[in-house]
Nanobody, 125 residues
Framework: EVQLVESGGGLVEAGGSLRLSCAAS????????IAWFRQAPGKEREGVSC????????YYIDYVKGRFTISRDNAKNTVYLQMNSLKPEDTAVYYC??????????????????WGQGTQVTVSS
């Protein structure tokens, strides 16, 4: 069965960096999109970044462009989110999620049925 295991969260000072990891198993890696979401207390969950495993296309929300980078390690079936120049506003629980690629549709329309447990990222000012 599909399983996603996240790690790498923690407490950092503003301006610092973290790298989140999402290890995936139980499905054909290249047929999926892997996305990172986050949810801060009192706020709705939002998408942060996505990579299509089929062609390595990447997408980011405007707020993190230039600071966050999504990447993959095929040998480990792992997707990373490198987060640099962190701001207190980035504080949230971060989740990775998987969806089958929906041909002809935006990644925003994909059905993310499989989720990791979440990892806490806290950025102090």
């Amino acid at each position: 069965e599909v399983q996603l295991v996240e790690s790498g969260g923690g407490l950092v000072e503003a301006g610092g960096s973290l790298r989140l990891s999402c290890a995936a198993s139980g499905f054909t890696f290249d047929d999926y999109a892997i996305a990172w979401f986050r949810q801060a207390p009192g706020k709705e969950r939002e998408g942060v970044s996505c990579m299509l495993m089929s062609d390595n296309s990447t997408y980011y929300i405007d707020y993190v462009k230039g600071r966050f980078t999504i990447s993959r390690d095929n040998a480990k079936n792992t997707v990373y989110l490198q987060m640099n120049s962190l701001k207190p506003e980035d504080t949230a629980v971060y989740y990775c999620a998987a969806a089958e690629i929906w041909a002809g549709r935006s990644y925003e329309d994909y059905v993310y049925d499989d989720w990791g447990q979440g990892t806490q990222v806290t950025v102090s000012s």
